[in-house]
């Protein structure tokens, strides 16, 4: 059993699915089984049902009780004669939903499902409903940011994971020699300006004293290179 | 400040009620209920420690090799800090939550098996508010034994109990409880209609033990 504290109005929004033997309802805010409303009682009326309960909360709900539950509908018959006489009665109900052609219905079958209650009582509910659903949603919210923070990160490691796996492109010694004859501009080139330097600059350097021994470059300055023309 | 049956425990916490003390078969015991901003537990010094107890409602004191009973690993007692020989009590001043901040509403899914809360939800439903035990047969029982005789009811409520954000089997541990959940006398126990009990929003402090809740107080 798992109780949704439940507006007439947060129905326009929620989805009636099966879960295995349970009918439940999915909202914004979370899913359940027995949905908890409250609210003044507008009108009744005797259905094959059992009787027909219409709440304003202050949306309109109505809701049949009793159709599987003799003690219910009992319950819910007393509520109909004494609402013949007052006409200011708030109730507390524990519906289950139920799906039938497309059309959403409300049954309360359980016992006790239905019970009179004080305004307070009612202006009660109403305030700890809201509280949960903020409380519920934040956290749905922070569970989605987290959700998409996590699916970054690992996006991010998976990217830096492929460059690692990645064969690294070499570049040819005609394309490093080109570039530095390029930017030299008179006292040679220093490693940092060579293209792939940053990348792995211990395997660069290797690169430039293998070129210098095979006599395509010298090093003016400590640090410089230049091509030999 | 996770409390293990077995296991040491040092925390700073705030005293959040006068300690009471009680004699149970011939043993004095202490009582108070402490929480570090966060968690609330129950610290409890018997006789000779008890004897030694200088804390009084509102008192920051920092705990240092407090025991968490090892007998609580299998039972539905509430979360305990015990004082024993080889714990140090001492008050300290400094920044600390108020007993408000300290006793703030959290919500029942927030709350993990051994730890107290103050939750406010509605009873969904209620199995029974009495219960028998038959001295005789020395077990719970009907209210007519196998043994054919009547033991007198004990008034405690059993039912659902939901804040909205979950649902739990729950139990008042005393009769006194079971009276401020009710507005009803022990005497009624057997009499009270379940929608007397649902009819409300209750307030309510309890402790989780395997997935059933305990209600200590009642606070509104």
């Known amino acids: 059993m798992n109780v949704l504290y439940m507006s007439a109005k947060d129905l326009a929004e929620s989805k009636y699915q099966r879960k295995g033997k349970w009918n439940t309802l999915e909202t914004k805010y979370g899913t359940g089984s027995t949905l908890s409303f409250c609210g003044k009682l507008k009108s009744t009326q005797e259905t094959r049902y059992g009787p027909r309960f219409t709440i304003e909360d202050p949306d309109r709900l109505t809701l049949t009780v009793g159709r599987f539950n003799e003690n219910v509908k009992e319950d819910a018959k007393e509520i109909m004669n004494k609402f013949k006489e007052k006409k200011d009665i708030h109730l507390l109900l524990y519906a289950n939903p139920y799906m039938k052609e497309k059309r959403l219905y409300m049954n309360v079958n359980q016992d006790n499902g239905v019970i009179e209650v004080s305004k307070e009582t009612y202006e009660r509910f109403h305030e700890l409903r809201e509280t949960v659903k903020e409380y519920l949603l934040n956290k749905k919210t922070q569970a989605k940011e987290k959700i998409s923070e996590d699916e970054k990160t690992q996006t991010k490691e998976k990217i830096s994971e492929d460059e690692k796996t990645q064969p690294k492109e070499k570049i040819s010694d005609d394309k490093i020699i080109e570039s530095i004859k390029n930017r030299d501009r008179g006292d040679g080139v220093s490693l940092k300006e060579i293209p792939g330097y940053l990348k792995d600059p211990d395997e660069m350097y290797e690169r430039i004293v293998d070129i210098m021994e095979s006599g395509r470059l010298y090093e003016p300055k400590p640090g410089l290179f230049k091509v030999i023309e | ?220």
């Open chain 2, 1 to 220: 400040m996770k409390l293990v049956p077995g296991e040491k425990i040092s925390a700073i916490t705030r005293v959040l009620e006068e300690p009471e003390k009680a004699e149970i078969d011939d043993r004095v015991l202490i009582v108070a209920k402490i929480s570090n901003g966060e968690k609330t537990v129950n610290l409890v010094a018997w006789d000779t420690e008890a004897a030694k107890w200088n804390l009084k409602k509102n008192d920051i004191i920092e705990i240092i090799d407090g025991v968490c009973p090892k007998t609580h690993k299998k039972t539905h007692q509430p979360p305990t800090i015990e004082i024993i020989a080889d714990t140090t009590v001492k008050k300290v001043d400094m920044v600390f939550p108020s007993i408000n901040e300290c006793m703030r509403k959290n919500f029942l899914e927030n709350i993990l098996d051994y730890e107290y809360v103050i939750a406010e939800g509605f009873i969904v439903q209620v199995h029974s508010t009495a219960a028998y035990f038959c001295n005789k047969c020395n077990k719970f029982s009907d209210r007519m034994c196998e043994c054919g005789s009547f033991p007198k009811p004990i008034f405690k409520i059993e039912g659902m109990f939901s804040d909205g954000t979950q649902t739990l089997e729950f139990t008042t541990v005393s009769e006194r409880i079971a009276e401020y959940l009710s507005y009803h006398k022990k005497t009624d126990a057997s009499n009270i209609k379940p929608y007397e009990l649902m009819n409300k929003a209750y307030k309510i402090i309890g402790y989780i033990r395997n997935q059933k809740l305990y209600i200590e107080e009642v606070l509104a």
